[in-house]
């Protein structure tokens, strides 16, 4: 069985600033909800951070 590690990924809207967490590669990276804008990766919050 292969695992698949899912790593929280922090999108924002670069028009509308609103953000909202995916879990990559399971999900792609969605357009914006409020505004149709295709949001960019804002943050990755699993990696990284805490050392
Ligand atoms: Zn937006």
Redesign the pocket.
């Known amino acids: 069985m292969e695992e698949q590690k899912l790593e929280a990924v922090e999108v924002k ?1 670069p ?2 600033g ?1 953000t909202m967490i995916i879990y990559m590669p399971k999900e792609e990276i969605p357009k ?1 909800p ?2 149709g ?1 295709q949001m960019v990766i804002s943050e990755l919050l699993d990696e990284g951070k805490y050392y």
Request: proline share 0%.
């Open positions: 809207c028009k509308c609103y914006c409020k505004c804008t």
